[in-house]
């Protein structure tokens, strides 16, 4: 037996509850997955910020500013100041979305400085077996 639902029953059935509050009416979605803190010592930030975009999408989170919130919102209390720290003297609200996880991924993954990477190479020295 296949059971069709339209696009309005769909959406409708998404809310768990309607409540009056004062002279508007409120209603609370359900919410489909569950995202947690980002972890810098067990998380990879690309990893997390693809999860981030899945969980926002199935949540219908559409505007970049509402996306924006609930990244800084969910992200965890030590992501949250460390991007707090890496946009001062701005505040992370003042940033877009791609920024704030642009300027995450220099800080947690910056490029290998090249005057390193050269010392390092000149350093070597060939064995006897080599």
């Known amino acids: 037996m296949d059971v069709m639902f339209s696009r309005e029953e769909m ?3 998404r809310f768990k509850e309607t409540r009056k509050r ?3 009416t409120v209603q609370s979605m359900a919410l489909y997955g569950v995202i947690g803190q980002f972890n810098r010592d067990n998380d990879d930030w690309d990893a997390y910020c693809e999860r981030f975009d899945l969980y926002a999408t199935a949540n219908g989170i559409d505007s970049a500013e509402k996306r924006r919130a609930v990244f800084l919102t969910v992200c965890g209390a030590s ?9 001062a003297p701005n ?9 704030l996880v642009k300027i995450v ?3 947690l993954s910056p490029k ?6 050269r010392f390092h190479f ?7 077996n080599e």
């Open 11 to 13: 959406e409708k059935s």
């Open 22 to 24: 004062g002279n508007a």
């Open 79 to 87: 992501t949250y100041e460390l991007i707090h720290s890496l946009v």
């Open 91 to 99: 505040k992370p609200n003042d940033k877009s979305l791609q920024d």
């Open 105 to 107: 991924k220099e800080h």
């Open 112 to 117: 290998p400085s090249s005057i390193v990477q």
């Open 122 to 128: 000149n350093a070597c020295i060939q064995s006897e």
